[in-house]
């Protein structure tokens, strides 16, 4: 079964760096991407960062230029650097993987983490 188990959260202050990291398992015989999403109070889930299987990366707008995501495959896990943090940044951040393909149901299923928490201060 796919599990995803989110950390690095915490408070920061404006122009501040956090990286959270996402640890995945159960997921080495699916093809798969990879996506943080974040959630601020009373707004809806919106994208922030993508990671396929070969490295290739995406970002929304309002994070292009201040944070990176990456993979380490050897021990399944994602990483969202986010340097130059805003207030605006302050969001329940939540990793997903999104399955394309593989043996099994889950291969072609998405699961989300429980989510780790970025609150932005001045």
């Known amino acids: 079964q796919v599990q995803l188990v989110e950390s690095g959260g915490g408070s920061v202050q404006t122009g501040g760096s956090l990286r959270l990291s996402c640890e995945v398992s159960g997921v080495s015989d699916c093809r798969h991407y990879m996506s943080w999403y974040r959630q601020a109070p009373g707004m809806k889930r919106e994208f922030v960062s993508t990671i396929d299987s070969s490295g290739t990366t995406s970002y929304a707008d309002s994070v292009k230029g201040r944070f990176t995501i990456s993979r380490v495959n050897v021990n399944n896990t994602i990483y969202l650097q986010m340097n130059s943090l805003k207030f605006e940044d302050t969001a329940m951040y939540y990793c997903?993987?999104?399955?394309?393909?593989?043996?099994?149901?889950?291969?072609?299923?998405?699961?989300w983490g429980q989510g780790t928490q970025v609150t932005v201060s001045s």
């Open positions: 997903k993987f999104v399955g394309v393909g593989g043996p099994r149901d889950d291969c072609r299923s998405n699961f």
